[in-house]
């Protein structure tokens, strides 16, 4: 059975950064592509960064609105995948959930998913 405990939110500042932890059990990492997808209240939950698995290459894909801030990467030898978000935004204000899939050629398929966390709340001030 696939385990994923997430770690690392908080309440921070606008400007400031963050890192998200998700550890992975029950299954070797490697071949599972892991994703990270937020949802705010009231919203849908959406995709904001994915690392594909060894058969996709370990290819990386972000959500517009995170590129150029936020940096997926995954350690296979510790099951661990993070999400290193900078010059966070209130809008950024979710709780950030990391899910993993063993198929499946789109990181942003929130559908194709097969694990979930429970998610870690990040709240971004003013």
């Known amino acids: 059975q696939v385990q994923l405990v997430e770690s690392g939110g908080g309440l921070v500042q606008a400007g400031d950064s963050l890192r998200l932890s998700c550890a992975m059990s029950g299954r070797s990492a490697s071949s599972y592509a892991m994703g990270w997808f937020r949802q705010a209240p009231g919203n849908y939950r959406e995709f904001v960064a994915g690392a594909g698995a060894s058969w996709s290459g370990y290819r990386i894909d972000y959500a517009e609105s995170v590129k150029g801030r936020f940096t997926i990467s995954r350690d296979n030898a510790e099951n661990t995948v993070y999400l290193q978000m900078n010059s966070l935004k209130v809008e950024d204000t979710a709780v950030y959930y990391c899910?993993?899939?063993?198929?499946?050629?789109?990181?942003?398929?929130?559908?194709?998913?097969?694990?979930w966390g429970q998610g870690t709340q990040v709240t971004v001030s003013t």
């Open positions: 899910a993993v899939k063993s198929s499946g050629w789109y990181l942003d398929e929130k559908d194709e998913y097969d694990y």
